[in-house]
């Protein structure tokens, strides 16, 4: 759902958190000087239908909410799928990006180096360059998942015109997180971008939690219920399921559950000239 009020760019902000989870609610000290507003925000409800995505045969419904020109983290795009029953979301060889499976809806196999693996809501599989990676819907209803994918540093540096080949590294062992039951996945030890962690955060109707990070992006996605999204500087959007938002490093945002909201949450690291810069 489209903001109430447009986004402003703008700089400085109130005092920054350090974690994603539930904070208490600001005060009026808290908030001001105003910071920017969200980064991007958007819902399903137009998505695209797309045939052959990555080879596979059938349609994959398909929406893309921020991308680099919306990131200031080297992210390449937070992006929602779907497919149908029966549906393939081809399998392909990162070689330059590191991205998450995020399974919102339905079930289905993730597919990694050859090999299925089955999945279900809360499933989060993470793929490191070098791997083969695909999905395909066993279930009689659609498999929805949330994608984010983020350059590897290697392919940070040349783009960046650096004089660097990246190697693509030799394929991994199979990562793949109960997000819902362990609540909070760090990606150290597979990914070396600037991915670092998924949560789960749930508010209670009624309740609010404020959200912000001093040093990273966060990509928030409306996994079930209905609310509100309010940035320091004032600017409101409605939120509701397969809503996606995101935030920029250095700002918060207070989110108040008008029914039990259940958020999904990645931590998504910005470079320290650009959090200096604000």
Same mark, same amino acid.
């Given at each position: 759902?489209? &903001?109430?009020?447009?986004?402003?760019?703008?700089?400085?902000?109130?005092?920054?958190?350090?974690? &994603?989870?539930?904070? #208490? &609610?600001?005060?009026?000290?808290?908030?001001?000087?105003?910071?920017?507003?969200?980064?991007?925000?958007?819902?399903?409800?137009?998505?695209?239908?797309?045939?052959?995505?990555?080879?596979?045969?059938?349609?994959?419904?398909?929406?893309?909410?921020?991308?680099?020109?919306?990131?200031?983290?080297?992210?390449?795009?937070?992006?929602?799928?779907?497919?149908?029953?029966?549906?393939?979301?081809?399998?392909?060889?990162?070689?330059?990006?590191?991205?998450?499976?995020?399974?919102?809806?339905?079930?289905?196999?993730?597919?990694?180096?050859?090999?299925?693996?089955?999945?279900?809501?809360?499933?989060?599989?993470?793929?490191? #360059?070098?791997?083969?990676?695909?999905?395909?819907?066993?279930?009689?209803?659609? /498999?929805?998942?949330?994608?984010?994918?983020? /350059?590897?540093?290697?392919?940070?540096?040349?783009?960046?015109?650096?004089?660097?080949?990246?190697?693509? #590294?030799?394929?991994?062992?199979?990562?793949?997180?109960?997000?819902?039951?362990?609540?909070?996945?760090?990606?150290?030890?597979?990914?070396?971008? &600037?991915?670092?962690?998924?949560?789960?955060?749930?508010?209670?109707?009624?309740?609010?939690?404020? /959200?912000?990070?001093?040093?990273?992006?966060?990509? =928030?996605?409306?996994?079930?219920?209905?609310?509100? =999204?309010?940035?320091?500087?004032?600017?409101?959007?409605?939120?509701?399921?397969?809503?996606?938002?995101?935030?920029?490093?250095?700002?918060?945002?207070?989110?108040?559950?008008?029914?039990?909201?259940?958020?999904?949450?990645?931590?998504?690291?910005?470079?320290?000239?650009?959090?200096?810069?604000?």
């Amino acid at each position: 759902m489209s &903001p109430t009020a447009p986004a402003r760019p703008g700089s400085g902000g109130p005092r920054p958190l350090d974690s &994603p989870r539930t904070q #208490p &609610p600001l005060t009026p000290a808290d908030t001001a000087p105003a910071a920017p507003a969200f980064s991007s925000i958007g819902t399903v409800t137009d998505a695209a239908t797309v045939y052959g995505v990555h080879g596979a045969a059938g349609r994959t419904r398909w929406k893309c909410f921020a991308g680099r020109r919306q990131l200031a983290s080297p992210t390449e795009a937070v992006e929602w799928a779907s497919i149908p029953p029966g549906g393939l979301s081809g399998e392909h060889r990162h070689t330059r990006t590191e991205e998450i499976y995020l399974i919102l809806r339905g079930h289905g196999e993730f597919l990694f180096n050859g090999r299925p693996h089955p999945v279900a809501p809360g499933s989060l599989a993470l793929t490191a #360059p070098g791997n083969v990676h695909g999905l395909r819907n066993t279930c009689d209803t659609d /498999l929805d998942w949330w994608v984010i994918e983020t /350059l590897a540093p290697g392919t940070g540096a040349v783009l960046s015109g650096a004089d660097h080949t990246p190697e693509v #590294p030799a394929m991994g062992d199979i990562a793949i997180h109960d997000l819902f039951a362990e609540r909070t996945v760090s990606t150290a030890g597979v990914f070396t971008g &600037p991915l670092k962690s998924v949560d789960v955060t749930d508010v209670d109707a009624g309740r609010q939690c404020v /959200l912000g990070r001093s040093d990273a992006e966060l990509a =928030v996605f409306v996994h079930s219920g209905e609310g509100r =999204v309010t940035a320091a500087d004032g600017t409101t959007a409605q939120l509701a399921a397969d809503t996606c938002v995101t935030l920029g490093a250095g700002t918060t945002s207070t989110v108040e559950a008008g029914s039990a909201l259940r958020l999904l949450i990645v931590t998504l690291a910005v470079p320290q000239h650009a959090t200096e810069a604000k």
